[in-house]
């Protein structure tokens, strides 16, 4: 059984002696995004199957085959991995229709969640995923059934540009890409018809489309009471067949929702691009544009390129929409409310823009479009206030935020709740609202826009990713950083804002988790699965993980995913991030005798006995040696013993992903470092007075210290205080201590910083 995790006063994870705990672990698995029957993914062509197949899918052997779980989970366990982040997405329980749920497809998930379970030693908590909030807009998500409900065609997205999906780009004859999807696109389904039309639907539904009742609900009640309800009966459905996971600790708790979207809600200006709105890519119509694609209308659009300066505007293109409209005619209305029960409102108008049936814009008498409101979404006029994103997050997001709490909090009051305001911006102020317990979590998501847009590794210079979205700077060119080494620092620096951050807005005691955070694999053209040089990715990744070890930070890393291969990723949008591949699997690699090089080749190593190593006491300038002795059952959450079994085949970036760690600290956090070119360790802690009579939790910090990287008879330990021992099965070091400030300092013997005691950071 793990142990139950608190949370101190300081916003870090604890065990149940108080230790220090910090949760790492991977997003499992991207499949979830799409079916496995009839198998869907994007580089599927969205030909009529696609849509009428939209309700009978199956997600079951999404995110993993039952017979495959335990194989991939001692995969990551071999990293020291300790936590999943469990993606599912609304579609894949409520397909069918309102209310009409696949407790087939339930069941499945909760076998695999079994298995994890009697794996040991591995954290859960569930993530109802979404991106530009359905598959049909060109993400993944919400069920095709909800788009219906707001009146839109998805079958006719394409020639409106309501939506771009990768699918379209996928020649139904063949099968492969008939023209290639630019790197990213898909993203900028956020800034179009579908996506935005949804969210705001969502969130603001009564504020701004009140015309649009469904069931006598408003259709932002009728979205979010069926996403919600839908989740909680998933949960429950866990709780009642599966009690064990709670008891056992293994499942710990429950994110709110994956990125969600503000929609139209705060624009200021309907026929322009606002100002902070730094993703342009591909065409790139204003909110008032999009009406107008979306009513069939043929529109003149801006055409945007992304540069490594940011996106810069290209071209002007007529889109031709052909008469397509997004919206259901009345004929299609009927028989859509026929077939789900549904009865609308006398106001809501079939085959109508429902922004035009709310007097944002109208069409005149020759049929010209006009714009009357244009500032229709920052109004909010019951409350004479301009609303602004800030007023969004603390309002809008806020409300659906409390819908989720209380009826989360009706069936579970001691698991943890992952609360995720919209990405890279501010978590509402909610210290006063009676919805901030000692059992909440502030979930971010973090990227680097440089390298996730370009899919490249810039040594050379990189910018604030964080700065430039909330607005620091009053040109881009202002947040550049140059040299890798500043890259890094940036790096850590946005991090650390973003954790102080929320300690400011929430309160110290609400911990930071970035339940995203990650690097693309298929960098420069996907030249590493030609070359098998990754060391780009190899860099790239390192310099993630050393922002967050430096901040104690919890995270999730984006992604891991079983189906990953070389030709079509993860499978979805051409996105390719996970840290494993089949297409990387060498058959030959043996860890008893090769090691990667930087590179991520394989290369010869010699032989070790790992008998022993020296270490220091660096106070008293006593020498001994390593004991070597088992204590893996002080430790719950200990890697998996590899058993002579190599784990490690597939796994890309490898040298930057198996990384020591505290497993658990006893005392607070004050410092951490991983040198990966040398394969040095430094852990700076203010350890505690300890009056427990408990052997295993008495004066002692455990460090996972992976044999990759360190072998006994090569390090030299210099420690503050205190003595060492090591458990060679299990990769976990321990160190006993006094109270007070404590450093242990672990590297190559032939490693002369040691005897300075700086750390200064080396970039291999």
Known sequence: MLDRLSISSKGEFCDRFGNVVQLRGVNLDPSVKFPSAPYHSTHIPADDLFYEAAEDVSFINHPLPLDEVETHIRRLKSLGFNAIRFPFSWESIEHKGPRMYDFDYMDYVIDVLKKIDRIGSIYVYLDPHQDVWSRFCGGSGAPYWTLLAAGLQPTRFKENEAAILHNYYIDPRTGKESSKFPKMLWTTNYYRLACETMFTLFFGGKQYAPKCVINEENIQDYLQNCFIDAIMTFYKRIQDKAPELFEDNCIIGLESMNEPSNGYIGEKDLNALAKERNLRLGTTPTPFQSFTLGEGIDTVVDEYVLTKLGPSKDKSKLIKCKGYSAWLSQEERYDVDKKYGWERSSEWEAGKCIWRLHNVWELTVNAKPKLLQPDYFSRADKLGVVVDE??????????????????????????????????????????????????????????????????????????????????????????????????????????????????????????????????????DNKKAYLAGDYTSQTRAMDAILYALEGNNLSYSLWCYCYKNSHKYGDGWNNEDFSIWSMDDVRKNFSRSNMKLSRSGTPTPELKRSSTSSSFINSRTGARDFVKVTSFSNEIKTAPANLGGIDTFEGFRALDALLRPFPLKIHGSFVYAEFHMASSSYILKI???????SSTENKNSTYIFLPSFHFTMDDLTIRTSSGSISYDPEYQVLKWNHDAGNQFINIALAEDKRLNSGKSDCIIC
């Open 390 to 523: 800030r007023y969004f997050i603390n309002n809008f997001f806020v409300d659906y935020y409390r819908n989720l709490y209380t009826k989360y909090r009706a069936i579970d009051t001691n698991a943890f709740i992952f609360m995720q305001p919209p990405v890279f911006k501010e978590p509402p102020q909610i210290r006063q609202s009676g919805l901030l317990d000692n059992r909440t979590i502030c979930a971010c998501h973090f990227y680097d826009g440089l390298s996730l847009m370009m899919k490249t590794w810039n040594k050379r210079f990189n910018v604030d990713t964080f700065g430039i979205v909330r607005g620091k700077y009053s040109n881009p060119a202002f947040s550049v950083v140059f040299g890798e080494k500043n890259i890094r620092k940036s790096f850590r620096k946005q991090l650390k804002q973003m954790k102080d951050e929320v300690g400011h807005i929430l309160g110290k005691n609400i911990p930071i988790f970035f339940t995203e955070i990650g690097m693309p694999f298929d960098m």
């Open 686 to 692: 203010h350890a505690k007075a300890d009056s427990s």
